[in-house]
């Protein structure tokens, strides 16, 4: 199993730009979640969804978008980008219940938008 | 809405001391987790604990939730350099899983 991966690794975009972090997972987990880590933030909610076709907003939902046509992909959609979102973003993935909820987290995508 | 602190925020020691970090909830929680983080990386589930009271071990590691469920505490006794991170304590709400703001650990050899 590949687990949780995420493409790009490293990104820079100019204010204004928009582009789609992506974000899959092979091991057939019903909930998948996007986070953003900014320096002593710790990590925050962006959205979330718990199956395929179903999302929700998390903490810091603003300029970001997301949708969940499959259960394996969870693309990430930055609309128009701002120094404000610099920061790392990760993907995670969970399967269902009390003893299943362990987060399997992906290698992250740092963005920089100047 | 629901709320995860951890304190402190940073904790600098000497190799071969012990460390704890601590995790409050505003609200009660069905299970805790636990994750490290090293620089540069991912975060990596450690451990997660269900029951009130309950204490678990991982070699150097202790960890232990609350008898109400809404705290609960790291130790790591005899610090590694190997241990350098950040840890963070996460407690469900609902569909989510919401991350304390971490305490990040540097040990000096």
């Known amino acids: 199993n590949a687990g949780v991966t995420q493409t790009p690794k490293f990104q820079v975009l100019k204010t204004g730009q928009s582009m789609t972090l992506q974000c899959a997972q092979d091991m057939n987990h019903e909930y998948m979640s996007w986070y953003r880590q900014d320096p002593g933030m710790g990590l925050r909610l962006i959205h979330y969804?718990?199956?395929?076709?179903?999302?929700d907003q998390g903490e810091v939902p603003n300029g970001y978008n997301v949708s969940r046509s499959t259960t394996e992909d969870f693309p990430l959609r930055l609309l128009s980008a701002a120094p404000s979102q610099t920061s790392v973003y990760f993907c995670a993935s969970r399967g269902r219940g009390l003893l299943t909820d362990t987060q399997y987290f992906g290698p992250g995508t740092r963005l920089t938008v100047l | 809405g629901q709320q995860v602190m951890q304190i402190p925020q940073y904790q600098h020691v000497q190799e071969g001391e012990d460390f704890t970090t601590y995790c409050n909830s505003s609200t009660t929680l069905s299970n805790i987790q636990w994750y490290k983080q090293r620089p540069g990386g991912h975060p990596v589930f450690l451990i997660q604990?269900?029951?009130?009271?309950e204490v678990k071990k991982q070699k150097r590691l202790t960890f232990q939730f609350g008898e109400a469920k809404k705290n609960s505490s790291l130790h790591i006794t005899a610090t590694q350099t190997t241990d350098v991170g950040t840890y963070f304590c996460?407690?469900?709400?609902?569909?989510?899983?919401?991350f304390g703001t971490g305490t990040r650990l540097q040990v000096f050899p």
């Open positions: 969804s718990v199956g395929a076709g179903i999302t």
């Open positions: 604990l269900v029951k009130s009271g």
């Open positions: 996460a407690g469900p709400n609902t569909d989510k899983l919401i």
